[in-house]
């Protein structure tokens, strides 16, 4: 299980080599990203068809979604 934060998928968007190359010799078969890092990439849209594109890009990844539980 491999789990892409924010940062990483950023740094992969931008076309950093060095992070994409790390990203290659992952031999997972299950990558995830948070419900969270989905948002803040989301909210980064410049306008429908970045959002559009965003949203499929994304979409190659397995979401986890945020908890309701929380403590106190």
Do not use: C, H, W
Not at 6 to 27: C, P
């Amino acid at each position: 299980m491999v789990i892409f934060d924010t940062n990483i998928l950023i740094e992969l968007y931008r076309g950093n080599t060095a992070v994409k190359e790390d990203a290659q010799r992952i031999t997972s078969n299950s990558f995830y990203v948070s419900s969270i890092t989905v948002a803040e990439f989301m909210v980064g849209a410049k306008n429908k068809d970045d959002f559009k594109r965003i949203e499929k890009d994304l979409s190659k990844y397995i979401r986890l979604p945020t908890s309701t539980l929380y403590v106190e």
